[in-house]
């Protein structure tokens, strides 16, 4: 059964290209011109992914995103955006955004990405019900894995640097739960990539270094060492100096 697809774009001739290079790739697309419409169609019929414009009239992206969070709705959502600036970005991913394509982008970027985004909603709806713990760090009943004062539950998809639990976002839980399954082992870009994305987006993509520096934002603490720590023309290592 082919896959939704909920297409918010303003732009009529983006929104058209897009729309049909979709549906070409197999998918069932709905596509819309701004945010209103977005959430009235997300509400009535829940798609596999979304696919938001950031500048929208009316209600943008971002908007779209922070509601459907605040709502409890996972659906995997990919930010299409002219934003270059990181801050801008990073703003994406604050709203609760998965993952994002700045324009003008290539539209098997485009696929790629939500490949990536369908897989890993496919992986974890198979994984086991989380388990039913406080919002204190589990003792030893649970599979924890840890690494330089961090604890993760990856069943529970929880994490905790020392007593504080850490609100993370799914492209976040696993990087984090990457780089502490080989903490002290430097992960070169195109490991990261294929592990985290399933596609290696090239030397000029300024995507891991977003997730990164958003994820630093997380786990830092006043006085506390950085954990996560880049190594300059290869990737980066978790570690506590």
Request: contains cysteine; glycine residues 8%.
């Amino acid at each position: 059964m082919s896959q939704t697809v909920l297409l918010a774009e303003d732009d009529r001739a983006i929104r058209h290209a897009l729309e049909r290079a979709l549906t070409l790739e197999g998918y069932q697309v709905t596509a819309v011109a701004d945010g209103v419409e977005a959430l009235a169609q997300a509400h009535r019929t829940p798609p596999d992914v979304l696919v938001l414009d950031v500048m929208m009239p009316g209600i943008d992206g971002l908007q779209v995103c922070r509601v459907l969070r605040a709502e409890g709705d996972r659906t995997p959502i990919l930010m299409l955006t002219a934003l270059v600036e990181t801050q801008d970005r990073i703003a994406g991913l604050d709203a609760g955004a998965d993952d994002y394509v700045v324009k003008p982008f290539d539209v098997e970027e485009v696929f790629a990405r939500l490949r990536a985004l369908l897989r890993r909603t496919s992986e974890n709806n198979g994984a086991p019900a989380p388990v039913d713990v406080s919002r204190q760090p589990p003792g030893p009943v649970g599979r924890l894995i840890e690494a330089a004062g961090l604890r993760m539950d990856p069943q529970a998809r929880r994490a905790w640097r020392g007593g504080r639990e850490l609100e993370l976002t799914r492209t976040e839980f696993e990087l984090l739960e990457l780089l502490v399954r080989n903490a002290g082992i430097v992960l070169d870009h195109a490991t990261i990539y294929d592990r985290i994305w399933g596609y290696d987006f090239g030397p000029g993509s300024k995507n891991l270094a977003v997730y990164v520096g958003y994820l630093r934002r997380k786990l830092d603490e006043p006085g506390a060492p950085q954990l996560i720590h880049t190594v300059r023309g290869v990737g980066y290592v978790l570690r506590e100096d």
